[in-house]
């Protein structure tokens, strides 16, 4: 699926919920969904510094395509990780590139990705870009 | 008991807003608190019509600003009981305050193998600022450890002065686990040994009646916008004779006497060490607030408050895998807490939206995270304005959080 | 030209009150200019609802706290066109925009021997730090000095640098003599030699269009209140490749990544150098200043105040008797005088008892009046709320002085 | 003359003008009326540091009195010197610590000698007062 495909499911998915706590159960169940990261990457090295939660970022390169695999402390961080993850993994670098993560503003999310938030989560975003630059750098060569 | 809670609402105009199509409830008191109205009046009025700077104008209005902003001065001094007007000085807070305390009595009076003791549960404003002076000067930080309960072990302390110990700085009130600190014992016992001290008082004045004199601390700080009044201002005390002797530490206008490029020369206290236009319109509006807090007594407050603080003690600890962290004997204002299992911040954003604001993080106090070996806890904050309500529904908000995420 | 100076008078409250019975005539915009009522009313909004501390908490009213803050770094980044948003440091005034950088700057980058360059004409919050940090380092200060009408002597600036010189800070405009300072060419002529430049722009922001690339300065610092924001807010542009390398200024929370009491790491810019509660209110109440400024039109502002300091100085040329000082060929904002034989208090107590408010004494510039050999000046300083009437009730108050002391 | 008839005198004196201007007048006049120090005394030991207008102060003591003698380099502040000099020079030590010097107040003097002027008259009367306390101890020695 494109990156536009799977921004239009989830907003459709989260367009079910009529309440915030609806809302908020969906990303606690997401954020609960097994283990986002092997043992191995939640290592300092791979933090991704955040004020309140903690965000673990990995990033391998398969069939040039990008494969991110992220975990948190916190549920709610995790659940919204997993958004960003259905997104953006599995994903060309020049797509990753050239998302424009619309979907966070339409499903009601903004506040958690806004810089003022300090969870880590547009820090994650940045390096998930970040990645795909220094992939992207790498098949040129 | 004239204490009437519906009338003092009303005075706080923020009290009376929704969030979340909801009527807030503010226990995040700690950060800062809320206003009343005739505070906000103050900076309106100043603002419309004084409106200048102060001490070197001729005019009237300057004149009037200056009055006002001393006349403030006067009034702090009195709050506190200090002996003498000059040694209130203004600041642009606590964080400030300890600064300019760290920096200036640090430069006069630390020397290469000195000592400067602090405690393990202090705001990083009260460890920072000491750790970087240390540094400068080969100095060396210790640190009063606290027990389980969040309470400061004063026989370690004891242990801890050596005849190289220079200066104590230990806070007032935890603004994290909400202990009141021994702080008369913990001066009576530098005093024995010549060593002044400095008390972080940035939750204290808010919670205790200060009385400098009696207490016979050497310096004793706090900021404006946790006790009532506007931002951008604190107050540092300090007795005349340190002050006297320490070097001024902002440099500029209004703190000199002469300026040639050859020598210049400071002026008297207070404004040694006040240099620049100063914060007019919120100091005055600070007075506002101290004022606005007379009227309504410290002793009322302090007696409203212990009777909130045991009431939201009491139903928190009877939250099935809530653990309350800070249980000293004596406490004052604040409740941290966790759930089990639950993290921290997944908590404070369902309390969020159930309109209820609480801080959740570290509190600008790592080293007591790290003593309790937890990655920060959910803080409840109180102030007068708040009732017994409003903690049944942070209780009511918890339960929810628990059904959440169970 | 859309300039309604009818409509603007309207937009600043303080203009309308009577002082000993006569209406005011406020000619001490140096000192602190008035605010208009956009800007009051956003410190009422503030504490009347939003009223948190930012950064920390992930209550809804701390958000919006944040975001309200750190968009007023954004509209300043804006409105100065600095490159990066993170080059925006708050302080709590330009006196402590200076500190921060001769403390923090000095520490880096200055040794034994080294050199700093400022000028004769700099307010002593341009003075003062930099001869403390240059004792402390055992540095050395060196002055540009003016000519006769006030002019800085480009020739005699150029033969200070040596290859010791480490910084030069200069003033953008003179707060005594109104000298508008070449400072592009001062600024080219240091990076000629790779010596950075601060430019001291308490007066400069206020009377010109500030453009900091274009500039090239590597630091300009301004404060709010004399730019018809609140007081308690100052500003420090620096550029980023200096803010990284220096060493942090105050200390204390915000400004942390992580404290133990082995070690502290420091937070990015700009909040390495932001300790403490950021003063919220004000610093949003400036945003609100600046969005006023830029509906009426910093061009339109330049132009108009052009002409009411041209219609100022023709009529006070010509009274006999009054000399002013600062004849500076490219002038903004100010006209210091002095009345054959009268002292400028006594003049200074007379206007005032005429209803206007002008500033008597040295301004903080000792050097400037010891350069002249005078006791001090009358300074009228002007807005452009001011009219030309204004300026000639000022003429007929000066008049009236000559009058009562000849 | 008590220093309380003096301030009476005094007091009486300004209560004839109708307004400020006159007054100021009144207090030019005075101001202009002769140098109040001899030269000598006019160094940097006799200054009495204020923001503004420059003020000296010498003081000896004869026949159990202390006379003061004093100037400003502004008239104003010259014309209120020789109110205070009325009231206080020519008086017993014990006399010029008791002054209460209520006149300030009723000639509408105030601002003047509010700290917050800053012109060195409210030093001024401190100094005045060390003097008597300064002749008073040599006395009693
Ligand atoms: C040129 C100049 N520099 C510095 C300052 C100091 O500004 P502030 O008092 O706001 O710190 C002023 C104002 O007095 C000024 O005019
Ligand atoms: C105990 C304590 N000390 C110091 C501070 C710092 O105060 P401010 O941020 O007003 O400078 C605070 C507030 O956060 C505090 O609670």
Redo the contacts between chains.
Sequence with gaps: MTIREIEKEITEEFSMFDDWMDKYNHLIEMGKSLPLIEKKYRTDQYLISGCQSRVWLSAEMEDGKVIFKADSDAVITKGIINLLIRILSNQTPDNILNAKMDFINQVGLKEHLSPTRSNGLTSMIKQMKLYAVVFKTKMAQ | MNFDIKKIRKDF??LH?E??GKP?V?L?NA??T??PQV??DS??NY?????????????????QA??EF?NTRKNIRKYINARNTHEIIFT?????S??LVANSFGKKFLSHGDEVIISELE???????W??ICEEKGAK?K?IPINDNGELILKKYKDLITDKTKIVSVSHISNTLGTVNPIKEIIDIAHQHDIPVMIDGAQGIVHEKIDVQELDCDFYCF?S?KFYG????GVLYGKEKYLEEMPPY?????M??????KK?TFNELPFKFE????????VIGFGSAINYIKKIGIENIIRYEKELLKHATEMLSGIQGLRIYGEAKKKAGVISFLLKD?????A??????L???????Q??A??VM?RFDI??TIRASFAFYNTKEEVDKLVQAILKVQE??G
């Design positions: 105009p923020a807003q969030i979340y807030l503010y995040d950060a800062t809320l206003k505070v906000i900076i309106t603002y419309s019509t004084i409106n200048s700077n102060v001490h070197r104008g001729v005019h009237y209005l300057s004149q200056t009055e001393e642009k807070g606590t964080t400030e300890i600064n705001h990083h404003a009260n460890i920072v600022p750790q970087m930080l640190v900021s916008h506007p931002m951008g201002v902002q440099t500029g206008g209004e000199i006497k002469t300026v040639t490029f210049t240099t620049g236009t100063p914060n007019v319109a919120d639950i993290h921290p911040y997944d404070g954003i369902i309390i969020d939206k309109s209820i604001a609480v801080r959740t993080g509190h600008c790592q080293p790290d990655p920060g959440m995420f």
